[in-house]
């Protein structure tokens, strides 16, 4: 089996779909020749040039309108934003065009469109550049939010995202783009929207997380088991829709849970975590949810990155608290 | 106007060098090449005018004055900085010199600019705003929104497009339908200019022109100046849009090889005083260096300051819940 990077596998994903599916297409911002800014489309566009591999002008709201408008029009496309932290100027026409798409028409039309976009910290990008703000997407019902952590799943669950009949935002951990490989099948697979995934299972505690804090989440519990604490690590990988009942089972399993991200800790996804639950499994609890997160402040200059971010120390920190408690 | 052109392109090989030692973190857009537009525009202006400008912004923030040592302490994120090492090299303001800030994202400062040149309008002040920006901001929406209100108000404000030829990773014709900014501007009814960003000369008349029809109350004005980026867009490029050759032949109009030349025909200054100016700008430079290397980190406890008038939960100890 081929061992790939993320940003690897990512790219694999995209050339079996363009190879598959001639309905396919990518759009976005210096994604042709140059192969994007973290060269995820590299070589896309001289192997299936340049009317389907599509070099667009400087405006992300054009570049999300146009692929709505040729997804209405039975094209599948894939469209990259470069940095999640720049879908804001493409904000409307995500949540509140797209998104609400197929429910204005009664099912009649839909719009079956991927928006994959980079983000997150620990690059020493600065600002917009790594803000996390996925949680600000699942307020806009009518879009999948899915959050890969690895190159197994990242590969699975874009091909699943390109079929999916809904409107999907990939986000793409930028630190982890080539951190680790991983035997990746070549081939084709998928995997399913709303399963989570158990990382690693240990009694005491129940780390959670998705995307770039799953990495961070296997550090802190390599460093809880010696000291005696044994950690299971849940990733959710996709937000919308949320393994509820994946999620109760790890968190019923230790009665004591820790939910991290990269995103600032109010009304962060982390909130919804905890509420669902203290809804769904109240009783098996040992003690509160706890939250670890980023700063309810504008992502810091790179010199004061790891201040920010959500680190071992601090997710050992809470995990340690929890069992205590 | 000279020393303003070495201050930049010193300040800047330098930025470039920390950079490549890890000293600067994120991004760094260098502006060599670049350096006629800002200081041709900026001396053509008042330094009470306003001032905002896109992410390449290192030569308009050394033109208006602004401590090169505070300037370099920004870029390595260090607490002596312009903004306290917050802002970094996109976001440089000093807003004690009307300079309102560098912007990261592309066309956000646009309309920003004509809501302050309505102000000014409101106001009957005299200050007018400049708003730089690249040729491809202009394929953004917010450009034209930008543009269409100005126009719609006749506001005092000079949008100022830097057409370096290229955006990111594409060139103008890949991004654009037209090859002269200037066109653009003719939508919006809107007086321009076009000019030869690698000529101060020509940038300052340009300007010059524009600020006036400004400060007369007649409206907005759009100045092109074209011009070249010698570097790549950032540090980060391999520059798969052009070739050396095309590199070469601009670098050959070096905007302050043209200007020193002029002034030495000219016998404005010798090539010894033209020199002199050269080594001083270069002591003052490795000064700024060694300045911001041994700044202070801002405190880690201070990552949340500020971000309020008044601190909504002081006691907050950090972003953990319980
Ligand atoms: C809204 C937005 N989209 C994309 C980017 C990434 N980006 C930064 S600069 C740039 C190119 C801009 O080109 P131009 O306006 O010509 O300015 P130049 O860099 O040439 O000075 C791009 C694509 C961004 N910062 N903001
Ligand atoms: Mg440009």
Redesign the interface.
């Given at each position: 089996m081929p061992q790939m990077t993320l940003v690897e596998a990512v790219r694999d994903a995209l050339r079996l779909e363009l190879r598959r599916d001639p309905r396919v297409m990518l759009l976005g911002?210096?994604i042709g020749?140059?192969g994007g800014v973290f060269r995820a489309t590299d070589g896309l566009q001289a192997e299936f040039g340049a009317e389907r591999v599509v070099?667009m002008?400087?405006?992300?709201?054009?570049i999300v309108g146009a692929s709505i408008g040729l997804a209405v029009a039975g094209f599948v496309p894939v469209a990259e934003i470069q940095f999640l932290g720049?879908t804001?100027?493409a904000f409307h026409q995500i949540g509140p065009q797209v998104g609400r798409w197929r429910q204005r028409s009664r099912g009649r039309f839909s719009a079956p469109l991927v928006i994959r976009a980079p983000f997150g910290g620990g690059i020493?990008?600065?600002?917009?550049?790594s803000d996390a703000i996925e949680a600000q997407f699942v307020q806009t019902p009518g879009i999948k939010v899915v959050m890969p952590a690895s190159p197994y799943d990242a590969k699975g669950l874009l091909l699943e995202a390109i079929r999916d009949p809904d409107p999907v935002l990939f986000c793409e951990p930028d630190r982890l783009y080539r951190l680790h490989r991983q035997e990746v099948p070549a081939g084709e697979y998928t995997i399913p929207f709303g399963q989570a995934r158990t990382v690693r299972e240990g009694d005491d505690v129940t780390l959670v997380a998705w995307s770039a804090a799953v990495e961070l989440c296997e550090r802190a519990a390599a460093q809880l088991d010696g000291e005696g604490i044994a950690a299971t690590v849940l990733d959710l990988r996709t937000l919308v829709p949320l393994d509820v009942e994946g999620l109760v089972r790890a968190a019923t399993r230790t009665g004591r849970v820790v939910v991290v991200h990269e995103a600032?800790?109010s009304a962060g996804f982390g909130a919804e975590v905890?509420a669902t639950i203290q809804e769904e499994a109240f009783f098996a609890l040992d003690g509160?949810v706890?939250?670890?997160?980023?700063?309810?402040?504008?992502y810091?200059?790179?010199?004061?990155e790891a201040?920010?971010l959500?680190t071992v120390a601090?997710v050992v920190a809470?995990a340690r608290?929890a069992v205590r408690s | 106007m000279y020393r303003q052109m070495v201050l930049i392109r010193r300040f800047e090989d330098h930025a470039a060098e920390s950079y490549a030692r890890a000293r600067i973190g994120g991004f760094l857009h260098l502006y060599i090449g670049e350096e006629a537009v800002a200081v041709g525009a900026l001396n053509a202006a008042r330094p009470t005018d306003h001032l905002l400008t896109h992410y390449r912004d290192h030569g308009y923030a050394l033109v208006r004055g602004c401590d090169p040592k505070a300037a370099m302490a920004e870029l390595f994120g260090k607490a002596s900085g312009l903004s306290g090492g917050r802002g970094g090299s996109m976001h440089l303001a000093e807003a004690s010199r009307h300079f309102w800030g560098g912007h990261a994202i592309v066309g956000s400062h646009i309309p920003i600019g004509a809501g302050m040149a309505y102000a000014m309008q409101y106001q009957r002040r005299e200050e007018v705003v400049l708003d730089f920006f690249g040729d491809g901001a202009t394929g953004n929406g917010i450009f034209h929104e930008g543009l269409n209100m100005a126009a719609l108000w006749q506001l005092p404000v000079v949008f100022v497009c830097e057409n370096n030829l290229y955006g990111m990773g594409a060139t103008l014709a890949e991004e654009s339908p037209v090859k002269d900014m200037i066109i653009r501007a003719e939508g919006y009814t809107m007086p321009s200019r076009q000019c030869d960003g690698m000529d101060v000369f020509s940038v300052y008349e340009a300007v010059r022109t524009a600020v006036e029809h400004c400060r007369s109350g007649k409206g907005p004005f759009f100045v092109e100046a074209v011009t070249y980026r010698f570097r790549g867009h950032s540090m980060a490029d391999p520059e798969l849009y052009r070739d050396k050759e095309e590199v070469g032949r601009w670098r050959a109009q070096d905007p302050i090889l043209r200007f020193g030349e002029f002034c030495v025909r000219q016998r404005i200054s010798s090539e010894r005083e033209l020199e002199e100016v050269n080594e001083q700008v270069e002591q003052e430079m490795l000064e700024a260096v060694a300045f911001a290397e041994a700044a202070p980190l801002p405190e880690e406890s201070t990552v949340a300051d500020g971000v309020y008038a008044n601190p909504i939960d002081p006691e907050a100890a950090g972003p953990e819940s319980a």
């Open positions: 911002l210096d020749r140059l070099d002008p400087l405006a992300e709201a054009a720049f804001h100027q020493r990008s600065p600002e917009f550049h600032p800790l905890a509160p706890r939250r670890v997160a980023a700063w309810d402040a504008p810091p200059s790179a010199a004061l201040s920010y959500p601090r809470a608290a | -």
